[in-house]
């Protein structure tokens, strides 16, 4: 087996320790942008549901110290005004004697913020009689009932993608009935709910859960209808193109990984003569 002299040892050291620092903070500068643009895209959605898209609009006191003011002419709700809430059902029926079929069910997994993963959809064995309680229906706002923090109320609306497709008691199907689906999963998206659902939540060791009563206990800011539509459609296409950043600066940071594994692959094993491209070692160094 070839070894490196030890002066060019010392050089490959240097050079990777130099140039590997260089992609280094080319990384955490891509991780603070991504950081800063989470924030952004949460202020932008916050702002949203309790502001309004025109800033000379008259504002009241909500009522709710964590809401703050809103528009004069919005009302604030309980969400078990404008929707119900169907929870979902619990694995181990027993199927001894009843007929059954297995059908499609979403899990939290399949639940992300904003989007829904369906690239792996369970199924389950359900008792024919029983799947049309926890069927789900196009326009259901969807919302994990816990799991990590991060999971805890995030969701996105149902399109009805899968067919017939019911949901696990982790997941909550929020049915609007007077609110616009794509408004209460704008509310639901931002930090005021957010705030709200680790509030009531019952929470462990990096773990949090909530109730079907907190969830219908949330308050909900309520604007007129048409009003509802044009913000969920301002607040879904700046989050769009925030989203679009945020995935720009990870590609961006998984083509630095690969760089800097392959700078350190080619420098030890002497693709690359590292001798002039770094300052020559001391004979103090060397030894």
């Not at 320790?17 to 903070?25: N, P």
Request: charged residues 20%.
């Amino acid at each position: 087996m070839c070894f490196p002299s030890p002066h060019e040892q010392i050089a490959i050291a240097t050079f990777l320790d130099r140039e590997t620092g260089k992609i280094d903070a080319l990384v955490e500068e891509q991780r603070r942008l991504i950081a800063l643009l989470k924030e952004k895209r949460q202020a932008v959605i916050s702002h949203a549901v309790t502001k309004g898209l025109n800033p000379n609009t008259p504002m009241k006191d909500s009522g709710i110290e964590w809401l703050g003011e809103v528009p004069a002419h919005w009302t604030v709700a309980p969400l078990k005004y404008i929707a119900r809430v169907q929870t979902g059902v619990a694995k181990g029926k027993d199927m001894q004697g009843r007929d059954s079929a297995l059908v499609p069910y979403l899990r939290v997994a399949n639940v992300q913020d904003g989007y829904l993963d369906l690239s792996d959809v369970a199924e389950i064995e359900m008792p024919l009689a029983d799947i049309e309680r926890y069927l789900l229906q196009v326009g259901d706002v969807l919302m994990n009932e816990g799991g990590d923090f991060d999971k805890l109320g995030r969701g996105d609306i149902w399109q009805g993608q899968v067919a017939p497709c019911i949901h696990q008691n982790h997941v909550f199907a929020v049915r609007p009935t007077g609110v616009s689906p794509k408004w209460l999963n704008t509310f639901t998206g931002s930090s005021f709910a957010q705030f709200y659902f680790m509030g009531r939540s019952k929470q462990s060791t990096n773990l949090a859960s909530i109730s079907s009563r907190n969830v219908m206990d949330l308050p909900v800011v309520v604007p007129p209808s048409g009003e509802q539509l044009a913000l969920a459609q301002a607040v879904k296409s700046e989050v769009e193109r925030l989203m679009s950043l945020i995935d720009q600066a990870e590609t961006a940071i998984a083509l630095l990984a690969e760089r800097r594994a392959a700078l350190i692959s080619a420098a030890v094993t002497g693709k690359i003569d590292v001798r002039g491209l770094v300052a020559a070692p001391t004979a103090k160094a060397a030894a």
